[in-house]
Every structure is written in structure tokens, then in C-alpha cells.
């Protein structure tokens, strides 16, 4: 069972930078692909980023150009660095395996953007 925890949320003005980070404990984590997921009040979770094995990386749209998801597996961590936040990036942001979740989520971590 691999748990996960979440890190490096805060509050920031629009156009600022966050790096979060996720800390993966149990057997698991170098051998499938990650994602990072976030969640909005009143909105459903939805995928944000994900980076393969080999890192390949795949971005939402709505991210691209903005965020870099990254991996170091020696260290069973994964980032992901945010730069240019927009209020609409506002959510608690979770990572898990992708495209089939773990059962266990962390307890997220909050990016709060203001306007």
C-alpha cells in the first residue's frame, strides 16, 4: 500500500509560483505513472498533469506552457512547479499513480491564487 503526502501549497497572487511536492512511502511508486489531480469547490477532481516511467510528461490544457511535472524516483518524490498562477488554479492539489488511482489519496495540499 503506498501512502502519499502532499506538500508546498500556500497562498500567492496571480502570476506568482508554487512547487508542490509529493512524498511516496510503500512499494509502487517507480514502476507506474504519476499524476498530480486538483480540485475546486463545487467542481469535480480533475487531472492537471502526468509523467511516466520514462518521463513523459502530459499536460491539461488548461496548464500548458504553465506547470512542469517532474519525478526523481531515487527519492520516490514528485513536484510539481507552477509558475504564472492564475485565480482560476485555485484548488487542493493531489497526486496519485495515473491513469488508476491508488484507493488511499493523501490529504492534499491548498493553492490559493489571488486576484
Known amino acids: 500500500q503506498v501512502q502519499l503526502v502532499e506538500s508546498g501549497g500556500g497562498l500567492v497572487q496571480a502570476g506568482g509560483s508554487l512547487r508542490l511536492s509529493c512524498a511516496a512511502s510503500?512499494?509502487?511508486?517507480?514502476?507506474?505513472?504519476m499524476g498530480w489531480y486538483r480540485q475546486a469547490p463545487g467542481k469535480q477532481r480533475e487531472v492537471v498533469a502526468t509523467i511516466s516511467t520514462g518521463g513523459v510528461t502530459n499536460y491539461a490544457d488548461s496548464v500548458k506552457g504553465r506547470f512542469t511535472i517532474s519525478r526523481n524516483t531515487a527519492e520516490n518524490t514528485l513536484y510539481l512547479q507552477m509558475n504564472s498562477l492564475k485565480p482560476e488554479d485555485t484548488a487542493v492539489y493531489y497526486c496519485?499513480?495515473?491513469?488508476?488511482?491508488?484507493?488511499?489519496w493523501g490529504q492534499g495540499t491548498q493553492v490559493t491564487v489571488s486576484s
Open positions: 496519485n499513480r495515473y491513469p488508476t488511482f491508488w484507493l488511499a
Open positions: 510503500g512499494r509502487g511508486f517507480s514502476i507506474n505513472a
